[in-house]
């Protein structure tokens, strides 16, 4: 009751040297007023404003996902491979939803370089923990999703009954709302698998390994109508071209002049805010991995061809955008130093004079620095160096059928052009 009079006189207190209070005011409205604003004082320095749920029909608060991941288990049985999921999101409410997924995958047990391939179901729980904290709202730009669950596995060598496993697993589902009805996931993902094959070898607690996915997709919502807005923003697109070469484990007896190949990329994007944007790039670019000289033969004594042999990407790149400048130089100005990150999909080949061509389909994580200076009327030139972390499994040495995990570290150095599309919109 004290802090109740106290804030009542100091409010009344505040209006009167405003000159807010007037003779012809009504008593009555002059007290509800200093009640409202007491109130306002009085309730909590922080609370999270909320949309309505949109409760609806069936398809209410329901997305399908697509993933596309990288799948590792932390052994050295097994190599690294891809791993494609589709699921069912659907929220109860603000914060709780479920997901209900299945999908597919392989990778390698080493030591017969055997390739299994791997069918799996999952349910997860997802908690909307951005929501919870700052309220909800489905028109967010990115949101945290938390998740958690169980699945069941089949595993399938060739030439082999299947066996089936149980797992677990941990995770955490980014979520960045980039056009109405769409959003890009990013979810990383920690996963305690069985091993159902039970092999000697495998020195681990009854059979159970840990395994990582790291994946990247889309999530579509299939009630479009009360479902995420359009951000807004400036749409670009970008053409760059540039030269690139590689640091390999599995090689590195070229010279460093005879390594460089060339890489062009080209690609669209948007930018929501003076800070943040996102693009999606296409690209080819190729190197030379490894020189033979004339007169070198393979472990039979059998001569090889002599020359540079390449290995080439094709890749699809979705990384985030943040301009740095506005927090160092105040002022506006022409120029924008960006950071950029985010997961790049391709498929690699490499040619091998020593035996078959390195193939492999891969989810790498790929990571730039951009210079960028508007040139004329939207018209933007910039200097791109980048490089690439390319996972993928391969034979261990030139006489081995062990197969072994690889990571091609991809350097480039682009330059380019980004034309920003709301000059031509606005015309």
Partial sequence: MRKTAAYLLLSSLLMLAGGRLHAQEDSTATL????????????????????????????????LVFINA??????????NGP????????WLNQWHGVRIGAGYGWFYDNYPAQRLGMLGVRLSYLFNLTGYVDGYNPERLVEFY???????SLFREPGEVAHSGFSAHLGLDLNMHILPGLDLVVEPLLEVQ???????????????????????????????????????RDWFVTAAGGVQLQNSALERTIRLDKAIGVQATVGAGRYYSRIFGLRAQAGYGFHFWKEVLDGETDILGNPL??????SSYIMLRLEGSMNVLPWIVRK????????????????????????????????????ALQAKREVWNGISAYVEPRVSLVPYSAYAFRTSTVNRNYYDAVFSLSIGVEYNLSNLIKQ
């Fill in 32 to 63: 509800q007023k200093q009640r409202n604003l007491a109130e306002f004082q009085m309730q909590q320095r922080y609370r999270p404003v909320n949309q309505p749920f949109h409760k609806g029909g069936l398809l209410a608060n329901t997305s």
């Fill in 70 to 79: 990288y799948y590792r288990q932390f052994n050295q049985n097994y190599s």
């Fill in 83 to 90: 791993f494609l999921s589709l699921g069912l999101d659907k």
């Fill in 146 to 152: 938390p998740l958690a669950g169980v699945g069941f």
């Fill in 194 to 232: 069985k091993d159902p094959r039970a092999l000697d070898r495998m020195n681990v607690w009854r059979g159970y390994l840990l395994a990582f996915h790291g994946g990247v997709g889309v999530r579509l919502a299939l009630d479009k109508e009360h479902y995420g807005a359009d951000p807004g």
């Fill in 305 to 310: 061809p002599s020359g540079r042999f390449r």
């Fill in 332 to 367: 506006d100005t022409p120029w924008t130093a960006a950071l950029l990150l985010g997961p790049e999909l391709g498929y690699m080949k490499k040619v091998d004079p020593y035996r078959e061509d390195i193939r492999y389909i891969y989810t790498g994580l790929t990571t």
